[in-house]
């Protein structure tokens, strides 16, 4: 689209989370109108740490908030997985993009306010609750639970798995529950037994149960998440110690105690839920992003690049296409092929036997040497 179309372009955007806040951003820089409406009352992100891919952090370069990222994260080599004693199955670089080799270690929290702390002020509106979309063929109206209203030339969904936008326009098929429990807390590297030696992800797996240890080097802390086999698929259910102990049984003696000594009310306890493929992922005024787009599970721990992925993405398809409508097919063209493969990646498991279908091209060790 010319500039002078793009600067007339109005922009509303629902939800301030990752895709939200980053497709804000990326869609300011166009010279756009762009407003954030958000359900919260306050921005806050609990629980765990993320790895930003270098392709995300190239994104970021981009957009001019590499440092604001950067500053707040710890970059990462090469990730691990082992077992649940701590034998080697694979070591691998991060895929590189370009000069950005590392992935960046970040707290939720503290990257979602890297974020928004990039807007210009007044541009994130709080306390909107989403109770509507019309689509008007060239504009969209949202009306908020409060009776309020807002119309632009473009509604960008990025409100989540729940998302209210993709029930209204796209498909009211619900979440899908993995069968899995998400246990996220952080915790200080001194009390973690030794086991943080670096800024490298490491991942345990055994009978069905995974530990991540991401470093957060910032905080001088490190994120603790245990994803374990469990069928309630109570979205925040209520777990007791020993339960939480029952998931670890059998593992490294010093993630058992890293366990031992939780304290179960600072753990963010989560049933883990996707969402199928979605067929259609725009109308021509209104365009889903993240995870309101292909929510999907976070064994590849890809859903917040996929965000910014998708933000940069659009913004791209907007500067390339003639309007809005065709920039949206484009944008659902270029990214739809990836998030669908992404999804289906992401609900396999993580057996010795299934690392090679997770990560092509990549084998246990004891089909092939690790890498020092």
């Known amino acids: 689209m010319h500039l002078s179309d793009l600067k007339n372009l109005k922009i509303a955007i629902v939800g301030a989370g990752y895709g939200g806040a980053a497709a804000a951003k990326a869609l300011s820089l166009?010279?756009?109108?762009?407003?954030?409406?958000?359900?919260?009352?306050?921005?806050?992100?609990?629980?765990?740490?993320?790895?930003?891919?270098?392709?995300?952090?190239?994104?970021?370069?981009?957009?001019?908030?590499?440092?604001?990222?950067?500053?707040?994260?710890?970059?990462?080599?090469?990730?691990?997985?082992?077992?649940?004693?701590?034998?080697?199955?694979?070591?691998?670089?991060?895929?590189?993009?370009?000069?950005?080799?590392?992935?960046?270690?970040?707290?939720?929290?503290?990257?979602?306010?890297?974020?928004?702390?990039?807007?210009?002020?007044?541009?994130?509106?709080?306390?909107?609750?989403?109770?509507?979309?019309?689509?008007?063929?060239d504009s969209a109206v949202l009306t908020f639970a409060d009776g309020r209203t807002a119309e632009a030339d473009l509604v960008v969904g990025g409100d989540g798995i729940k998302s209210v936008v993709r029930r209204e326009l796209f498909t009211d098929k619900a979440p899908v529950f993995s069968g899995e429990h998400a246990y996220r807390t952080v915790i200080d590297v001194d009390d973690a037994y030794g086991m943080v030696v670096d800024d490298n992800l490491r991942m345990y797996i055994g009978r069905g149960t995974k530990i991540y240890l991401l470093p957060l080097r910032h905080r001088?802390?490190?994120?603790?998440?245990?994803?374990?086999?469990?069928?309630?698929?109570?979205?925040?259910?209520?777990?007791?110690k020993d339960a939480l102990l029952a998931t670890v049984e059998g593992f490294d003696e010093r993630l058992v105690n890293i366990t031992r000594d939780l304290d179960v009310n600072t753990v963010n306890i989560r049933a883990v839920y996707d969402i199928d493929p979605v067929d259609t992922w725009h109308t021509d005024s209104v365009v889903l992003v993240g995870d309101a787009a292909h929510s999907m599970l976070h064994h590849q721990g890809q859903g917040a690049n996929s965000a910014i992925e998708d933000a940069g993405?659009?913004?791209?398809?907007?500067?390339?296409?003639?309007?809005?409508?065709?920039?949206?097919?484009?944008?659902?063209?270029?990214?739809?092929?990836?998030?669908?493969?992404?999804q289906r990646i992401s609900r396999q498991g993580w057996t010795e036997e299934e690392i090679h279908e997770v990560f092509p091209g990549q084998k246990p060790a004891s089909a092939a040497a690790p890498q020092e």
């Not at 001088?220 to 007791?240: E, K, R």
């Open 30 to 137: 166009l010279g756009a109108d762009v407003d954030v409406y958000e359900q919260a009352g306050r921005i806050g992100e609990v629980g765990a740490g993320i790895g930003l891919r270098p392709s995300t952090m190239n994104r970021f370069r981009e957009w001019g908030i590499f440092d604001a990222v950067a500053k707040v994260s710890s970059p990462s080599d090469y990730f691990e997985i082992l077992t649940a004693t701590g034998e080697r199955m694979m070591k691998e670089a991060w895929p590189a993009a370009g000069e950005q080799t590392h992935t960046h270690l970040i707290h939720r929290g503290d990257f979602i306010d890297a974020l928004l702390g990039v807007l210009p002020e007044g541009m994130v509106h709080l306390g909107h609750k989403l109770e509507t979309v019309q689509d008007k063929g």
């Open 220 to 240: 001088n802390q490190v994120s603790f998440d245990v994803t374990a086999l469990c069928p309630d698929g109570t979205w925040a259910p209520q777990v007791t």
């Open 313 to 342: 993405a659009l913004a791209d398809a907007l500067r390339r296409a003639d309007s809005v409508k065709e920039a949206l097919a484009l944008f659902q063209a270029t990214r739809k092929p990836v998030t669908d493969e992404l």
